[in-house]
């Protein structure tokens, strides 16, 4: 059986970790306790590593987001009648007090309500725990089904008696006009206390309560009113939903292993936080879903990076509890989407040095500087360090932005945040207490890297700057030389490159590939929406706001149905691949529009910006 395009898939999530949802109804993919915990439901991945199925036997769909929610609306039709499914993951009772997530109890909830004539339903469950390994033992208990099985415990209750058999449990019932269904799937650890029967009464409270934690967040943090207004702030609550909330790690994306090519070995495990996205992300959520947010966020990746007080490289990413060892292996018994092998957990890249890291971090910081004036002593070393490692070893080659598995180069976009990093450290120099000889130094290797971009970084026969210094390889990573402040956008030299990038490094619908030339691994790959948000930022800082909003529409005609984006693009079918919902597609979405936004308002004569507290957009 061919398996689903990902963008069939609709995200839910409690901010511990999260479920895809096919169209049909059926749950693919669902990793308990937390994101990166093996999967329960892994059908994404292979036919025969679980899923839970609640659907009418017949029926054409149109599924939503409740507005300003997470929550999942289908609108079933049938020959016999219509029926409303709503799902979500629970949110804690605190939610709409607190932060989002606070006090989730693990619990995925689905209610299936007939609002005319009369409509058959049927039901599956096939939990397969351990990524598929697990076949559990499946018995009846009152109002529902228990399974257990290796270290998991799963309660289904249910109103409907289900026949068990061969590790699934399956029924079918039918609903009519003004009835409804509620179901719950709770999840324990079997050494804890066993997970209770959830009652109709309670299920439905506990859905509307969900509902209105997301709508009190959407309330107090989303005030973004520029242009794509609702995809920008669907965008920070997607940002939302991809945050561990019990430490603010915010993951690449809630999957493994969904492949940059059909078939192919690009298939990594993006259940973890990079400190790349760092300072993109923190922009985002200024913009998208106000600066606390950001300083959750920042807060992880601070109490995460210890290995630089021990005179160690900063580690390029980490657990979402601020793991350090995310040793990479394969799952061979998974066939992958599509047959994309190896399925891999964990991430080989950890061990990689980037040293575009430094200025990452520097800029986060930097982006919430007027927040950290109450940074001790061991803070303000921290970042001191970030700086002078950044000045010791720019120099140095590197695997770069994109982690390519070959030899080490020294990559421009690496140059270039190290730049970042003496740049930010410069501006911030008063707060973090540096003195006098520190500062003359940083100077000097700003302006040294500086000369270095401009001598090896551009190429006269490409006309443009390129990949990595003396490299006639395009990239889209020369993008972020404007975005980040090195020239301005419409400078010539930077002019020309992104004439080149529109020219050279976009398929027929315009949309920007990585980059050109061999990374080490086989096979091609499709375009990145995150570069073609690039574009579209870049021309917005060019003042060129007509390319730049063309660039835009663009990528976001790639939305799904519910206003989700994966990693790429596939050139010729236009399908979506990598895994998804992916946090810096979501990322570039938010950080373009505001940059059209700024550039809009300039050419008005006026400045859009967020007031000294940030509350102005958030």
């Not at 061919?2 to 949802?21: E, K, M, N, Q, T």
């Not at 799952?331 to 047959?339: I, M, N």
């Not at 001191?384 to 976009?413: F, K, M, N, S």
């Not at 005609?557 to 519910?562: G, R």
Request: charged share 25%; aromatic share 8%; with cysteine.
């Amino acid at each position: 059986m061919r398996a689903p395009p990902i963008s069939d898939y609709a995200l839910l999530s409690d901010c511990h970790s999260a479920a895809l949802v096919r169209r049909n109804g059926s749950m693919d993919w669902l990793c308990l306790p937390r994101f990166d915990s093996p999967s329960v439901f892994g059908r994404l991945l292979d036919a025969e590593a679980g899923h839970w199925v609640l659907r009418p036997v017949r029926s054409r769909s149109l599924r939503r987001y409740l507005e300003r929610t997470l929550v999942l609306e289908t609108v079933h039709h049938t020959p016999t009648g219509i029926a409303v499914q709503v799902e979500a993951m629970a949110l804690g009772w605190r939610s709409r007090e607190h932060e989002l997530g606070q006090g989730a109890p693990g619990v995925l909830l689905r209610q299936v309500r007939c609002v005319e004539g009369r409509v058959d339903f049927e039901t599956e469950l096939v939990p397969r725990p351990e990524y598929g390994l697990v076949y559990p033992l499946l018995s009846e208990v009152e109002g529902g089904v228990l399974a257990c099985g290796g270290p998991d415990l799963l309660r289904l209750s249910s109103p409907v008696r289900l026949s068990v058999e061969d590790s699934r449990a399956r029924g079918r019932f039918t609903l009519r006009a003004g009835e409804s269904a509620g179901f719950a799937l709770e999840h324990r650890s079997r050494w804890e206390a066993a997970p209770r029967e959830w009652t109709q009464e309670t299920i439905a409270v506990r859905l509307e309560d969900t509902v209105e934690a997301w709508r009190s967040w959407a309330e107090m943090h989303q005030r973004y009113e520029g242009p794509w207004r609702e995809l920008v702030h669907h965008s920070g609550r997607v940002l939302q939903a991809l945050t561990y909330q019990p430490t603010g790690a915010i993951i690449a994306a809630p999957t493994t292993s969904l492949p940059e090519v059909a078939g192919g070995e690009r298939n990594w495990d993006y259940r973890y936080t990079w400190l790349r996205d760092a300072s993109l992300t923190l922009e985002a959520l200024w913009v998208a879903a106000c600066p606390d947010e950001a300083e959750h966020y920042f807060d992880f990746l601070t109490s995460a990076m210890t290995q630089m007080s021990r005179g160690m490289d900063l580690q390029i990413m980490y657990g979402i509890g601020g793991e350090h060892d995310l040793t990479e292996r394969e799952l061979p018994h998974l066939a992958g989407w599509r047959g994309s092998r190896p399925v891999r957990v964990g991430n080989g890249a950890w061990k990689q040095r980037q040293l575009d890291v430094y200025g990452e971090v520097l800029a986060a910081a930097h982006r919430l500087w007027e927040q950290l004036d109450t940074l001790d002593a061991h803070g303000r070393r921290f970042l001191v360090a970030l700086a002078d490692t950044a000045a010791d070893r720019w120099r140095e080659p590197d695997q770069g932005i994109w982690e390519i598995r070959g030899e080490p180069r020294h990559h421009l976009y690496s140059k270039l945040m190290c730049w970042v990093a003496m740049d930010r450290a410069l501006e911030m120099a008063r707060l973090l207490e540096a003195g006098q000889e520190r500062v003359a130094r940083w100077r000097r290797v700003r302006r040294d890297i500086r000369d270095a971009i401009l001598e090896h970084g551009f190429n006269e026969r490409v006309g443009a700057f390129t990949q990595s210094f003396d490299s006639e390889v395009l990239d889209a990573s020369a993008l972020m030389l404007p975005i980040v402040g090195f020239l301005p956008a419409n400078e010539p030299r930077m002019r020309a490159t992104l004439e080149a990038i529109e020219r050279g490094l976009t398929d027929e619908r315009g949309l920007v590939y990585r980059y050109q030339g061999e990374d080490g691994l086989e096979g091609e790959e499709g375009t990145f929406l995150l570069c073609t948000f690039w574009l579209a930022q870049a021309y917005a800082r060019a003042g060129e706001v007509e390319r730049a909003r063309d660039a835009f529409s663009r990528a976001v005609e790639y939305v799904n149905d519910v206003g989700l984006l994966a990693e790429e693009v596939e050139p010729e079918s236009g399908e979506l691949l990598g895994n998804f919902p992916q946090a810096f597609s979501h990322i570039g979405l938010v950080n373009a529009a505001w940059a059209i936004t700024q550039a809009e308002e300039a050419r008005r004569g006026t400045v859009y910006a967020p007031s000294p507290s940030g509350r102005g957009l958030g």
